[in-house]
């Protein structure tokens, strides 16, 4: 099976910081990999697919980029609504749709 | 626009039983293949299940094979999901979530509001 790591666990920026947040696959996946954020006590919400491709209706300070085995999330300029929970999962075949632990973002 | 809203859970004893239940519409269900998300609280996300679009073809987790059964109804437009030998490490927000195309191999675009599943003596 394929494992999901991410890094770092949690963070703390400032507002207007630009924040990076880093998920590994244990093996190559292409560029199947999607990104989740997740607010307290909310459903989880698609922000980024393909590796790279902005879900329709977020805001473009959110970008993905990566292939094979790294990728990473970007939020330029982090705003007070983007402390949440932050996943990666992996997509890449018709089972075991993976998910990483987590990044859990908040405001200095 | 997509719903997607679960129901049946509670709070059942180690050892029992549960079904859990999806009711799909502002989509065409049939043409889709579904899944069943966890998460424990304060935890991440789990992947628990998937379904074909015809039901045909299933797999899951290890943490819930050979315990835990997802079926479909495609013509009331129904996700299931049958959970025996329900364990303490069962408990969590199961949420039904559909991928963003007809192809399996894909992101998930919508999520049912959750519905929470508690197992104790």
């Known amino acids: 099976d394929i494992l999901m790591t991410q890094s770092p666990s949690s963070l703390s920026a400032s507002v207007g910081d630009t924040v990076t947040i880093t998920c590994r696959a244990s093996?190559?996946?292409?560029?199947?990999l999607a990104w989740y954020q997740q607010k307290p006590g909310k459903v989880p919400n698609l922000l980024i697919y393909?590796?790279?491709t902005l879900q329709s209706g977020v805001p473009s300070r959110f970008s993905g980029s990566g292939s094979g085995t790294d990728f990473t999330l970007t939020i330029s300029s982090l705003q007070p609504e983007d402390v949440a929970t932050y996943y990666c999962?992996?997509?890449?075949?018709?089972?075991?749709?993976?998910f990483g632990p987590g990044t859990k973002v908040d405001i200095k | 626009q997509v719903r997607l809203v679960e129901s049946g859970g509670g709070v059942v004893q180690p050892g029992r039983s549960l079904r859990l239940s999806c009711s799909a519409s502002?989509?065409?269900?049939?043409?889709?293949?579904m899944h069943w998300v966890r998460q424990a609280p304060g935890k991440g996300l789990e992947w628990v299940a998937v379904?074909?679009?015809?039901?045909?073809?299933?797999d899951y987790a290890d943490s819930v094979k050979g315990r835990f059964t997802i079926s479909r109804d495609n013509s009331k437009k129904m996700l299931y999901l049958q959970m025996n030998s329900l364990r303490a490490e069962d408990t969590a927000v199961y949420y039904c979530?559909?991928?963003?195309?007809?192809?399996?191999?894909?992101?998930?675009?919508?999520w049912g509001q959750g519905i929470l599943v508690t197992v104790s003596s």
């Open positions: 379904i074909s679009f015809d039901g045909s073809d299933k």
């Open positions: 979530a559909k991928p963003a195309g007809v192809v399996i191999e894909n992101r998930f675009d919508s």
């Open positions: 093996q190559g996946i292409s560029n199947y």
């Open positions: 502002g989509f065409t269900f049939l043409s889709y293949g």
């Open positions: 999962q992996k997509y890449n075949s018709a089972s075991f749709f993976t």
């Open positions: 393909d590796a790279s």
